[in-house]
């Protein structure tokens, strides 16, 4: 069974090595894509030293769900992996955590929630654990999730709102001892709490409608 790794990635050259050298010794893992968002830093370069990992470059910035769905575009796997490009603690038993309840067929996606990370990030997805950006899903779903409105929603809201409305069948997977970097570390509290307050109105939106 082939099974495609995507990890979008902006600016991320500080922590991307850590999560692509975890990928890489997964048995699992048939194929890895990493889409460099238009970063402004060494990303690329980092990437690039991976002779097994696939580099798809975009010449600007376009958001995660764009680079997601450019990472899918080049996909022909029978599942396929997301995971973020800054989580701290990831480890080969939490990709085949994530991964084994869709190899199985026991559902159509997972949604990997942190805990025993960090209390900051265990808490966020305490609050909204559908809003998780490290999932698995069966391929057929590709065209529907290339085709999500993200107009006024961020990827994971989107893909939230995608499974309630289509009844897909998933499973929450616990991820111990795993987080990510947070925004305000990554861009500084003025600029994170701005991000930050975007996401919690995505949130808000989500719940309503």
Request: net charge neutral; charged share 25%.
């Amino acid at each position: 069974m082939k099974i495609s790794a995507i990890i979008p990635a902006y600016n991320e050259e500080k922590r991307i090595e850590k999560v692509l050298n975890t990928i890489v010794t997964s048995f699992l893992i048939t194929d890895i894509v990493v889409v460099d968002d238009g970063s402004q830093d060494h990303t690329s370069a980092i990437v690039s030293k991976y002779d097994d990992v696939k580099l798809i470059k975009l010449d600007k910035n376009l958001g995660k769900a764009e680079a997601i769905k450019t990472g899918l575009a080049y996909c022909n796997a029978e599942v396929v992996l997301l995971l973020d490009a800054d989580l701290v603690g990831l480890t080969t038993t939490h990709i085949e955590n994530l991964l084994y309840p869709v190899v199985n067929n026991e559902v159509e996606m997972t949604i990997g929630i942190f805990q025993s990370g960090r209390l900051i990030t265990d808490l966020a997805q305490k609050i909204a654990p559908n809003l998780s950006g490290q999932r698995a899903f069966r391929s057929n779903l590709i065209p529907e999730i290339m085709n999500l409105n993200m107009t006024g929603y961020n990827l994971e809201v989107a893909l939230s709102k995608f499974v309630k409305n289509n009844n897909i069948k998933t499973k929450q997977i616990m991820l111990k001892d795993i987080s990510h970097v947070m925004k305000e570390e990554k861009l500084g509290l003025s600029k994170g709490m701005i991000w930050r307050l975007k996401m919690y109105k995505d949130i808000i939106k989500h719940w309503l409608n």
